[in-house]
């Protein structure tokens, strides 16, 4: 079966302007998760969706960042307004459900995002 | 603060040799620990999850340690070969569902 998918996988983009990312995650996993990973940093979590609702937006950065999903199935990650500051990668993972060490995450490839 | 410290930052050994990847974490309250391997270009792949309760787990030729009282885990990988050249990354959960990154050691093989 097919893994987690994300879309674009580079994207760039001039300072001021919006831009859209979008994950696409195994196909029945119910918990979906956004990170960001800036070069040479750990992973940053921002987001997480259990189905369609969000218990956990602690990790975005600003209100200029916002997500969501629809169907329980495709996520898209909204970054008005970038700053030089949001070039990174972003990564996409999802797993059966939310809880439980089982419940391994599996990653996307990632977009990766300068903003000139 | 929930903090994860890897070390070394990067690490260059030979072809078949052994090598010790370290992770020290201050995250509270501890609910589970993964390393994952990262090749570049690539999203993150699980190597081994641990629990409190575990102590050690191996997947091939990769054996993650955990010691949840001094609150430290090492991952071993035996016999080095070329394709294990990635960046390894320590993961904490705090909350099953807010995973806590180290930086990662940026691991290279030379023939």
Known sequence: GAGVSQSPSNKVTEKGKDVELRCDPISGHTALYWYRQSLGQGLEFLIYFQGNSAPDKSGLPSDRFSAERTGGSVSTLTIQRTQQEDSAVYLCASSAAGTGAGYEQYFGPGTRLTVT | KNQVEQSPQSLIILEGKNCTL???????????????????????????????????KSNGRYTA???????????????????????????????????IFGAGTRLAVHP
């Open chain 2, 65 to 99: 340690t955990l010691d949840a009282d001094t609150k430290q885990s090492s991952l071993h990988i035996t016999a080095s070969q070329l394709s294990d050249s990635a960046s390894y990354i320590c993961v904490v959960s705090a909350r099953w569902e807010k995973l």
């Open chain 2, 22 to 56: 370290q992770c020290n974490y201050t995250v509270s309250p501890f609910s589970n620990l993964r390393w994952y391997k990262q090749d570049t270009g690539r999203g993150p792949v699980s190597l081994t999850i641990m629990t409190f309760s575990e102590n050690t």
